[in-house]
């Protein structure tokens, strides 16, 4: 018999570690530890090897030789292991550096804002460079803007899985922050771990995967504009290793904001129109939004031929009522969408698969999504939801009742190598297929589009780290992207005719990585990549609604340069972190989003190809925090975004000069900060109770959103300077297992706008209150 305690040592604090797999390599003999961590193993006499594992921990393998009536005892302490993406050291409150990553950048610790009603892309506000972008209230479109790069060059992954094509129920903005353990950023130079082609970078919602026993996690907001928010999550890990976990959110709101309207139409009794200069305060009507979701995994864990294998399938669903065209003066009163989401999921991860050495990770999914665009309405609305009977024909924006139907499969595969202790081999394949096809249902027969749009990507990357000290490293790496893109192009202006148009890209790109300790608390980090972006599906098929897509469009090159700062350290019960970082980006057939106009006063948002795009800037953070009592930090950002084309795109030669040569280019703020503060008044009424008020504020530098240069420079193209502040109280119960929140977002009631000046949300009140039962 053998027997024995296994523990791990995390920070210098001894845990006990209940439910690790203890077998006999081999043999049928093994089992589980218990809670307190210990193990007894019947076998017959031997010479065997020991195998110790355990999620989040490096296993441990020992020999062992048994004899006949013998019992050996055998304690093991086990380490934990890097996380799949390099290892996450946190400091202070809520940010901290993927510390061992030669590549810029950052994690955001979501367990601070649990007892928020936060989303996941509020709770990224934190990270130094980044920028929340919304078109409105909740449900709204929404951006991510990072070092100066926003949309489609910033591209999500959960838990390493890319998001592209999965609908807006899965939006970052409709994901609640309890979703996540944390985030990673990475800035410019993307690790060849995601298989990606962003230019600005990628966003990693990172879930809890730890091994737990039974937990629940509930929770439920209500606020202004008739905002409900709720989220459950619930799960356990038997002995055996099976595995169950179900998620689930939704989000309600009405959005009757009031905004600030000028140009507004009005009508007379007689049927004729009158617009004037006047400002009038006026509230939304036409902006009701809802989602849920529910996400179910089964599986096992532990097991020798598996670290982890689950099934899992996520169903959503989305109703969204469309109030604005891509300008605010462009106003709707019945226009809306709706649309549900189904998708099977795979993931199997294995370390020391075969050999010692050789971790592996493999996802799979398929979603299958609706979504229907409705505008069929008999009349025009204005600001003050008044209507009148519309002389030409049905329809807001253009006379529509259509469904997409999308199918859009995706598959990773990532395998790490380490040779020896400094050498590490990673290959890494994405391949994603989607499929699009048209049915317009305006005549109540379904009339399917002669064209299905179509395209298939597969990049593939391979990284080698060289990692001889825990003073530096560095990686290299390349990467090879095809493209095939299928669909149709109209052959005239009133796009009246179509024909089917087919092109294939074929890609390389490669960058380095490095970062080496200055000193023990000082970093620094240096990165370099020749990088290519794909165009997105809605780049290039558009939302069948108020974008329009490009089939043609050419994906953007870029050299991407980072270069980063950072210094950490703790005295006592002091601890403070700074970083600065430069970037610099030279992009070719930059894709930007630009606004076209349509007959009958109305718009859309189209996208091409923009000659040379130069950006230049740097961003600063900083954070102090004494003992577990207070936490002050900020972040500030400045990126210089210009338009570097000598000559008009189009033209012939040099015949034609670019009149914005070297102007900013439009609708991107370049001038941006936030800053926020922390008291915590631990033991509150009794021990184990934390009460927690936050101040956070967030700057925006005013900015054109047309061209500065062709006279655009009235207020009446500039977005203003803006200056909002939120204020939050939470009390937590009994180490958090209850927890009551209040929070007041915009205090002063600032007039905040975004993109081609959207207003968003005026000042709104919202209470949230949580639970957690289990380990």
């Excluded at 529910?294 to 689950?310: E, F, H, N, Q, S």
């Excluded at 040569?661 to 900060?673: I, L, S, T």
């Amino acid at each position: 018999m053998i027997s024995g305690r296994i523990i791990s040592i995390d920070n210098g604090n001894k845990n006990i570690v209940d439910f690790a797999t203890v077998y006999l390599k081999g043999t049928k003999f093994g089992g589980s530890t218990n809670r307190e961590g210990f193990y007894h193993i019947h076998a017959l006499p031997g010479d065997y090897t020991l195998v110790v594992s355990a999620v989040g921990y490096r296993t441990v393998e020992k020999k062992v030789s048994l004899k006949r009536g013998e019992r050996i005892k055998m304690n093991i302490t086990l380490v934990p292991k890097e996380q799949m993406l390099e290892e996450v050291t946190v400091v202070s409150t809520g940010v901290s550096r993927v510390k061992r990553s030669a590549f810029n950048s950052v994690a955001v610790d979501t367990k601070e804002l649990k007892n928020s009603t936060k989303s996941l892309s509020e709770a990224l506000a934190k990270a130094p460079g980044m920028k929340l972008r919304e078109s409105g209230g909740v449900g709204s479109d929404m951006q991510l803007m990072l070092d100066g790069f926003s949309g489609k060059h910033v591209k999500i992954f959960i838990d390493g899985i890319p998001q592209e094509g999965v609908g807006s129920s899965f939006g970052l903005n409709n994901i609640p922050v309890n979703f996540a353990d944390r985030i990673e950023v990475y800035k410019g130079v993307v690790p060849v771990g995601f298989g990606t082609d962003a230019i600005g970078g990628v966003v990693n919602i990172v879930t809890n995967k730890k091994r737990r026993n039974w937990f629940l996690d509930a929770s439920y907001s209500y606020g202004s504009f008739n905002t409900h928010k709720s989220h459950v999550n619930f799960g356990q890990t038997l002995k055996n290793g099976f595995t169950y976990e179900i998620s689930a959110f939704q989000n309600y709101s009405d959005n009757d904001y009031y905004i600030d309207a000028d140009h507004v139409e009005q009508w007379k009794e007689d049927g004729s129109t009158v617009i004037t200069d006047e400002m009038f305060h006026v509230k939304r009507f036409n902006d009701t939004f809802h989602n849920e979701a529910v996400i179910a995994k089964i599986g096992v864990t532990d097991k020798p031929w598996a670290d982890r294998l689950m099934f899992g399938f996520t169903y959503s669903n989305m109703y969204k009522e469309i109030q604005t065209g891509v300008r605010q003066h462009t106003v709707f009163g019945e226009k809306h969408r709706k649309g549900h989401s189904l998708m099977p999921s795979l993931e199997y991860n294995k370390r020391n698969l075969f050999v010692k050495g050789l971790d592996i990770v493999l996802t799979a999914n398929y979603n299958r999504n609706a979504t229907t665009n409705v505008d069929t309405a008999s009349y025009q609305y204005n600001w003050f939801s008044e209507r009148k009977i519309k002389t030409n024909g049905r329809g807001e924006q253009s006379e529509q009742y259509s469904r997409a139907d999308n199918d859009n499969w995706n598959a990773t595969l990532t395998v790490n190598y380490r040779i020896a202790k400094a050498h590490t081999l990673t290959f890494n394949n994405v391949w994603n297929a989607f499929h699009r096809t048209n049915t317009s249902l305006l005549t109540g027969a379904e009339i399917e589009d002669e064209f299905s749009k179509d395209t298939r990507k597969n990049i593939a990357g391979l990284s080698y780290r060289f990692m001889p000290s825990e003073h530096w490293n560095l990686s290299a790496f390349g990467k090879y992207y095809h493209q095939y893109v299928s669909g149709p192009m109209a052959t005239d202006d009133k796009g009246t005719d179509y024909v089917l148009v087919e092109r294939t890209v074929r890609s390389a790109g490669y960058g380095a990585a490095g970062t080496y300790f200055i000193l023990p608390e000082l970093q620094a980090k240096l990165s370099y990549e020749k990088a290519y972006r794909l165009p997105t599906i809605e780049e290039m098929f558009g939302d069948e609604d108020l974008e329009s897509g490009e089939v043609n469009i050419r994906p953007e090159n870029s050299d991407n340069v980072n270069l980063n700062i950072s210094y950490s350290k703790n005295i006592g019960k002091h601890s403070v972190y700074v970083e600065g970082g430069l970037i610099y980006r030279n992009t070719k057939d930059y894709i930007q989003r630009n606004i076209q106009d349509l007959s009958g006063g109305k718009e859309n948002a189209t996208y091409t190809n923009y000659g040379k795009v130069v950006t230049k800037g740097y961003n600063l953070s900083a954070r102090y925090s004494f003992s577990k009592w207070f936490s002050i930090g900020g972040n500030f950002t400045q990126m210089d975004v210009r338009d570097m084309e000598k000559y008009q795109i189009g033209s012939t030669g040099t015949s034609t000069p670019n009149l914005t040569y070297k102007a900013r280019m439009a609708n991107v703020p370049y001038m941006f900060a936030d800053s926020d503060v922390t008291f915590y008044w631990h033991g509150l009424g009794k021990k184990g109770n934390i009460l927690t008020v936050t101040y956070d504020n967030q700057y925006l530098h005013s900015f054109c959103y047309n061209s500065e240069v062709i006279g655009t420079n009235s207020d009446e193209y500039t977005v203003p300077n803006q200056f909002s502040h939120n204020l939050s109280v939470s009390y937590s119960l009994q180490n958090g297992r209850y927890n009551v929140s209040f929070e007041c977002h915009n205090i002063t009631d600032e007039n905040l706008y975004d993109n081609f000046s959207l207003q968003k949300a005026s000042r709104a009140f919202y209470g949230k209150v949580r639970v957690y039962f289990g380990k």
